[in-house]
């Protein structure tokens, strides 16, 4: 293979291959916060959720930079980019093939955080009906409390 192919070939991958680690570091940070939900451990669930936004952030960055290097990529191949993971895979090149192996697992990645993600934004929010409910019933118990010590004060100053 040309050495510029290579080379970009090679950039591709980087980047991929980081992706993927990201996309690993989301799945983790996502299990552990259903995890400190479910303990009730709400500082750490905040800090996860923040974890799993910075990644996101430097996901959408790679996204970009991969965006980029593709379309150089086939560019330089002289294909049309919607072909390139095609031609890439009838090339039988061992750096073609790997990225072509990268795309899919990332692709399989992606597709498994999106019900797992569901779930935790769903358990987040019976969490927060569940602590609502619970806002409003010390609140009425507050009232009642309150009631009572101004009843208390009234009868005690008789």
């Known amino acids: 293979m040309r050495d510029d192919v290579e080379h970009l070939l090679q950039r591709f991958s980087e980047i991929l291959t980081r992706k993927l680690t990201l996309l690993r570091s989301i799945r983790t940070e996502e299990n552990n916060g259903r995890y400190y939900l479910t303990c009730g451990d709400l500082d750490r669930l ?8 910075e990644l996101v952030i430097e996901i959408d960055a790679l996204d970009y930079d991969a965006s980029g290097t593709r379309s150089a990529l086939a560019r330089t191949l002289g294909v049309p ?16 093939l790997k990225t072509v192996s990268l795309l899919s697992i990332i692709a399989a990645q992606t597709r ?5 993600h569901e779930r935790l934004l769903a358990l987040m929010e019976a969490k927060r009906v569940e602590m609502e409910r619970e806002k409003r019933s010390l609140e009425s118990f507050g009232r009642v409390l309150g009631a009572g010590e101004i009843k208390g004060r009234r009868d005690s100053s008789s």
């Open 46 to 53: 905040a800090s996860s959720i923040e974890t799993c936004s």
């Open 81 to 96: 980019e919607e072909s390139l993971v095609a031609f890439l895979r009838s090339s039988g090149e061992e750096s073609a």
């Open 112 to 116: 498994a955080l999106a019900p797992e």
